[in-house]
């Protein structure tokens, strides 16, 4: 099979090519990372795009409840060796894979930034049938994490509408602009309850982190607070499968979409009639089976 094709109207098709890393990080803990990083892979995959999913969060790991998996392995093996991503991963729907973190670790060199940035290759490496590779972050800021979002096609950082929570968030892409490991970073607000109140949020941000760091952070999108959410948290399904035409579920759908639209802006091949336009840097060999 081809790598990724859509077809819009019959008259054009679009190829995306390569594999992105997506990470989704904060400083605060309880933003909704894993949520929706969950839920942000379904509604990919729904649209088309092969995602891995990945539970990088190698003592409090959540997916494998999200998803309803009952697996005894994942990341650990993985990272440590033990086992490659075919052995280590689960699978949870048709072109939606989980690499999972059901056991705690106390091995302190999965924490160390060397091990965390060999690790995003091997991902790479092994996981190059995917489209997308999302990594769902422990939160807080550490050499590790820095490491891992300086190896990912764009970062994702999470907030919600809360004081602590900006201010956390401020301070993970100040430490990131400071170690010289900001590259690609978006932020995404989570549980916002008007239109007014994530304009305010992404405004906010916008200023403070132009006005004192010389780096602006643009917003990627927002969710809305839906009751949804943790309904279908509690039934471990996808949001979308519990309410398909919910705030949430339509909020996530764009989200998704740009989130999509942007990490492959610049390797888009279009296929219109009998012309063909390819806007890639370089050209990589198209090799899913
Ligand atoms: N948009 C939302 N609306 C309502 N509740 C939400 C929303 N996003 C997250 N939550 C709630 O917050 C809880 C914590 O989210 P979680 O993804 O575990 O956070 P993190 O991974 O950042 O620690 C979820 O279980 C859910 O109940
Ligand atoms: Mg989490």
Redesign the pocket.
Known sequence: MNKLEFVRGGESTERWLGTKLVSVI?GK????????AYNLAERMVASGVWVLLVDA?FCCG?LHILTNQACQHGIIEFATNQLTLEGAKTIVAENLHLLASPTVSANRRLFDPKAASQLLTRLRREGSAYDVIII?HS?GISEAASAMAQASDLNLI?VVPELTSISDGYGLYKHLVESGNAKHCQLLI??TIAAEEAENVRNKIGAITDRFLGRPLDCIGS?????V??NA?ASQIAIAKYDSNSK?TRALSTVAQTIVRELFKDRIETVSGNEKSVNIEPAVADTRE
């Open positions: 904060s803990g309880g933003v909704g990372k894993s949520v929706l969060d959540n769902d939160s999470t989570n549980r969710v809305p607070e839906d009751r959410v943790r948290v949430a």
